[in-house]
C-alpha cells in the first residue's frame, strides 16, 4: 500500500514539474467507448487520436502509461471508464486541466464519433465535434486525425482534409502570391488569384485554398508578397503538408509585361517545372496568359477557346513562350513571307511573269 501512494505522489510531482515549465493546457484522453466495434477498434481508433493531438503542439498531452498507471492504481480499468464523472475523478488524480473522452458508433454502413473535452475542475464542456464516415471502418483513422485537431481548436491541416475528401492520389499544391515588379500588390494578386483558378480547373492537382494559405503566412508574422524567395515558399509548403509549391514574379518594362512561374518540389526543393511569358498588347490579355501558364506548368496543352483568346488580346502580334520552346509568329507575318517568296520567283524567271493574266481593272 506504501509504494501504491509513494508511486502515486512520485507521478504528481513529475506532472508539476512539466507544468511548471510549459504554460499549454495539459489534456488526458480515455479510450473512447465503443458501439458496434471491437475493444481492440476502438483502443486503435483512440491512440490515433493521442497521436495526432500531441502532433498538434497546442497542449501538453498526459502519456496513455501514465494514465494506466494511475487507473490500476485505483482498480479501474479505461474500457470501463466511460462516464463524465469518472473521467473527472481521473483527471484529477493526474493533475490535468481537461480531460477528453467520447463514443465511436456503427449503423449499418455508417460510422459516428462524438468527441468531447470538458474542464476537470468545474465540469463544464470546453468543446464538442462530431463525424460521420461512410465506407471501410480504415477510413476513421483519417476522421480521428482530423477530430484531434479540432477538439483543441484548430483547423486540421489540408492533407488531411484532402485525404478524408478521397483525392489524396492527385499531387497538393499551393500557390504563393506573385511578385510584382512594375505591376501593383491588388494586381499582382488578382493574376495570382486567377492562375489559382485556372489550376484548379484542370482537375489534376488539388489546391490549397487561400485562405488557409493566409493563416500560416500570419502565425510566421508576413504576407504572402514578402515571402518571394524559394526557401520561404518550401517553409510555407512544409507546414501545409503539400507536394509542390508555386511561386513567380509578374513585371513591367515599358509596354512589355513578363510572367515567370515556377513550381518545385517542398521535399527536394528540385524544379518540376518552369514557365515564362513575354506579352504585348491590351492589358487584359495578361489574365488569359496567367490562365494558359496555370496548364502549361503542369505539361498540359491549354484549351483551344484560351489560344483564341490570347489571339484576341495580342492583336496579331507576337507572344513568346519559353514552354513551347520557340517563337509564335502570327499569320499575317506568315502570308507577307509567303508572298515574298512568290515575288523573288516572278523576278528571277521574267518569261513566267509575261505568262501571269492581266489584273482586273478597279471600277471608276
Known amino acids: 500500500m506504501k509504494s501504491t501512494y509513494i508511486h502515486i505522489l512520485l507521478t504528481f510531482i513529475l506532472i508539476a514539474t512539466v507544468q511548471a515549465q510549459d504554460s499549454r493546457p495539459t489534456v488526458a484522453i480515455l479510450d473512447f467507448e465503443g458501439q458496434g466495434i471491437s475493444v481492440q477498434e476502438v483502443q486503435t481508433l483512440t491512440e490515433r ?26 482498480g479501474l480499468a479505461q474500457s470501463g471508464c466511460v462516464s463524465d464523472e469518472c473521467a473527472a475523478e481521473v483527471g484529477q488524480l493526474l493533475g490535468v486541466q481537461f480531460m477528453v473522452n467520447g463514443s465511436i458508433g456503427k ?18 464542456t470546453e468543446r464538442t465535434v462530431s463525424a460521420t464516415h461512410e465506407g471501410d471502418i480504415s477510413g476513421l483513422l483519417t476522421e ?25 492520389d492527385k499531387p497538393t ?7 510584382g515588379r512594375g505591376i501593383s500588390i491588388m494586381e499582382a494578386q488578382t493574376l ?15 489546391m490549397v485554398e487561400r485562405g488557409v494559405m493566409s493563416e500560416v503566412l500570419e502565425e510566421q508574422g508576413m504576407t504572402g508578397a514578402e515571402c518571394s524567395s524559394q526557401e520561404c515558399a518550401a517553409e510555407v509548403g512544409a507546414m501545409l503538408g503539400v507536394e509542390f509549391m508555386v511561386n513567380g514574379a509578374i513585371g513591367k518594362l515599358g509596354d512589355a509585361y513578363t510572367i515567370d512561374i515556377k513550381m518545385f518540389s517542398v521535399a527536394t526543393g528540385a524544379a518540376e517545372n518552369m514557365q515564362s511569358v513575354t506579352y504585348e498588347g491590351k492589358v487584359e490579355g495578361m489574365i488569359v496568359e496567367i490562365e494558359i501558364l496555370a496548364w502549361t506548368i503542369l505539361g498540359l496543352d491549354a484549351p483551344k ?60
Not at 487520436?49 to 485505483?74: D, P
Not at 485537431?149 to 485525404?163: C, D, S, T
Not at 499544391?173 to 511578385?179: K, P, S
Open 305 to 364: 477557346d484560351l489560344i483564341k483568346k490570347r489571339r484576341k488580346y495580342a492583336g496579331g502580334g507576337d507572344v513568346a513562350d519559353s514552354g513551347g520552346g520557340g517563337i509564335n509568329i502570327s499569320l499575317p507575318l506568315l502570308g507577307g513571307l509567303g508572298l515574298a517568296a512568290v515575288a523573288a520567283v516572278v523576278l528571277m524567271q521574267p518569261e513566267a511573269a509575261s505568262a501571269l493574266p492581266e489584273p482586273p481593272a478597279l471600277p471608276e
Open 192 to 206: 495570382t488569384d486567377r492562375f489559382t483558378t485556372a489550376m484548379s480547373k484542370t482537375d489534376r492537382v488539388q
Open 173 to 179: 499544391v499551393a500557390i504563393l502570391d506573385f511578385e
Open 144 to 168: 480521428m486525425q482530423i477530430l484531434a485537431w479540432e477538439i483543441v481548436g484548430l483547423q486540421a491541416p489540408q492533407r488531411l482534409r484532402l485525404k478524408r475528401g478521397g483525392d489524396q
Open 49 to 74: 487520436m493521442r497521436s495526432e493531438i500531441g502532433a498538434t503542439n497546442a497542449v501538453r498531452l498526459i502519456e496513455r502509461k501514465a494514465i494506466e498507471s494511475i487507473m490500476s492504481e485505483q
Open 107 to 124: 449503423l449499418g454502413d455508417t460510422y459516428t464519433i462524438d468527441v468531447k473535452m470538458f474542464s476537470v475542475e468545474t465540469g463544464a
